[in-house]
């Protein structure tokens, strides 16, 4: 006679359930990351801050290999934690170079010691710099191609 606690059948996890779910409606779950529906159940926190990257990191999280439908409590501390770590670069840029001001170069000054950060900004501000000269070029191509 086995014990329950070693019998697996007789209980059930979440991802279980979940994967059973999927297996039984694949459909169902294609458009799980609607608007509508993440602004409904997943809006807010008890402390009544509204969730403003849930739908963001929840792709992410799939997309590193967690589970499709990742659990709500989950998402709500790596988004504390994302909303931690700009709180506090956002402060800290405040405080170097103007005080009271955030520029870019305090930005890039505060990750200059983390190589994959800064090798980030750098590739972000490249390509922000030559978005910038596309736009002007095809501006200029618009407005010379209307005289």
């Known amino acids: 006679m086995s014990s329950p ?26 458009d799980q990351f609607d608007d509508d529906e993440s602004d409904l159940h997943y809006g807010s926190t008890s402390s ?3 969730r403003l990257f849930s739908k963001e990191l929840r792709c992410m999280m799939f997309g590193f290999g967690d589970d499709q439908n990742p659990y ?22 405040m405080e170097t170079g103007r005080t009271g001001r955030v520029q870019v170069e305090d930005m890039v000054f ?24 596309a736009r002007k070029a095809f501006d200029e191509v618009k407005y010379a191609g209307v005289s």
Request: aromatic share 4%.
């Open 110 to 133: 505060l990750v200059r010691k983390d190589t994959r950060k800064f090798a980030r900004v750098k590739d972000l501000l490249t390509m922000n710099e030559e978005l910038k000269k």
């Open 48 to 50: 009544g801050r509204k």
């Open 5 to 30: 606690s070693l019998n697996t059948s007789l209980t059930s996890s979440p991802q279980k359930e979940r994967d059973s779910k999927e297996r039984e409606n694949p459909d169902e779950n294609f």
């Open 72 to 93: 709500t409590e989950s998402v709500d501390l790596l988004e504390d934690l994302v909303i931690e770590y700009i709180t506090e670069t956002t402060h800290k840029a």
